[in-house]
């Protein structure tokens, strides 16, 4: 998965309870469109370009894997369950909720329904004042000026006032707390997607295996026999260095960290490849090994069915691992199942993800959220 977009919405209310109108529509983009990470304070401003109740606005930034035209889909569709009524009338009206996309990254994108950034932002104060509050680093793309500079230039002089504050919605969250979680799974279960959505959303220091630097993984998948051994023995060699190394670093100033495996991934796949021989030589280099790693505040283990596994695997096209039979994955996950039972001292969450989509469904991404700050 690549980084999150990063977008800026105004949102603005002048019907009814404007107030909860934007509270209640603050939760449902939340969770249906994309992690809400701050969100300004909220204003009073006058209507502007046509007479009627003063709005209360405010801006959030937001995170998610969408693309500008789904988050445009999905913001008519929050308009209209919030009880927008679009009639086709020309001009600015009254409305219980609006909902505008001002920013989104860097892109600068004309067309006949999505124009970013906001092609009126800079002559708008109650868009430009919500959007300092958020502070986020960002320069408009067509001038390069930050927000500042806009709110400096601009022509507008309309009476904008505080009149309160909110929370974004991961304030409820404490995933934090934890000074480092261990986030595991089967090949293609989504560990290290969901690693790097939750240090993104969290700020946490990410920590990924090197597995595509490994020369025997290739060779592994032709030849099992052959190869599983080094393949394994190599594994080990640097998840113990890279752990040992990043781990260290992070715990010196007590950063929350987020790593999408951890070293006893070694043990259960070792226990799956290995001949009996090769494995008791193996586990007695991992015992000694694992007495020097840091223990997870949080294991989570993502199960998911190896025939999702498998379609997820195609998707993402790596060519060495095509042919991984289903057999191989079933031993994985009930490698894993085995050595969860007897772990006794281990803060352990078992999330069965087989029927989510956790990149694409929000609601899936805020359920395993959800779970993760129970175990706090």
């Known amino acids: 998965m690549n980084r999150q977009h990063q977008v800026v919405l105004s949102l603005g209310s002048n019907q009814g309870n404007r107030l909860e109108n934007i509270q209640i529509c603050i939760s449902l983009i939340h969770k249906t469109i994309g992690t809400v990470i701050r969100v300004s304070k909220i204003y009073e401003t006058p209507s502007w370009g046509f007479d009627s109740d003063a709005f209360y606005n405010c801006a ?8 500008a035209e789904k988050v445009l889909s999905k913001i008519l569709e929050a308009e209209k369950q919030l009880g927008r009524i679009r009639n086709g009338q020309l001009g600015y009206q009254a409305r219980i909720i609006d909902i505008d996309i001002i920013s989104f990254d860097e892109l600068v994108l004309e067309t006949e329904t999505l124009h970013i950034p906001h092609p009126q932002m800079q002559n708008r104060l109650f868009v ?6 958020l502070n986020y680093d960002w320069l408009h793309p067509k001038t390069q000026k930050p927000i500042a500079a806009l709110i400096k230039e601009t022509d507008d002089q309309s009476d904008c006032k505080i009149v309160g504050t909110l929370e974004a919605p991961l304030e409820n969250f404490n995933i934090q707390n934890f000074n480092y979680i261990a986030i595991e799974g089967n090949i293609g279960a989504g560990k290290t997607t969901l690693s790097k959505k939750i240090a993104e959303d969290f700020n946490a220091k ?10 025997f993984l290739p060779k592994f998948y032709k030849d099992q026999n052959r190869y599983a051994f080094p393949l394994e ?18 715990e010196l100033f007590k950063d929350f960290i987020v790593a999408d495996y951890h070293i006893f991934k070694s043990l259960i796949f070792a226990k799956v490849t290995l001949g009996e021989e090769e494995y008791r030589l193996y586990k007695t280099m991992f015992d000694i090994i694992k007495k020097e790693m840091p223990k997870p505040d949080l294991y989570v283990y993502l199960y998911q ?4 596994l498998l379609h997820q695997i195609k998707q993402r096209g790596r060519a060495y691992e095509q042919e991984i039979p289903a057999e191989y994955l079933e031993k994985i996950n009930q490698g894993y199942l085995d050595y969860i039972k007897t772990q006794t001292d281990l803060n352990i969450l078992t999330i069965d993800v087989s029927e989510m989509d956790f990149v694409n469904n929000q609601e899936d991404y805020i359920r395993i959220l959800e779970k993760i700050n129970s175990k706090i």
């Open 60 to 67: 959030l930034l937001l995170h998610t894997s969408l693309s």
């Open 128 to 133: 430009l004042l919500p959007m300092q509050d």
């Open 206 to 215: 990410l920590v990924l295996e090197r597995f595509a630097d490994n020369p």
């Open 233 to 250: 023995m190599s594994f080990l060699a640097d998840r113990y260095q890279q752990l040992s190394d990043d781990l260290a670093q992070f």
């Open 305 to 308: 069915k190896p025939e999702r």
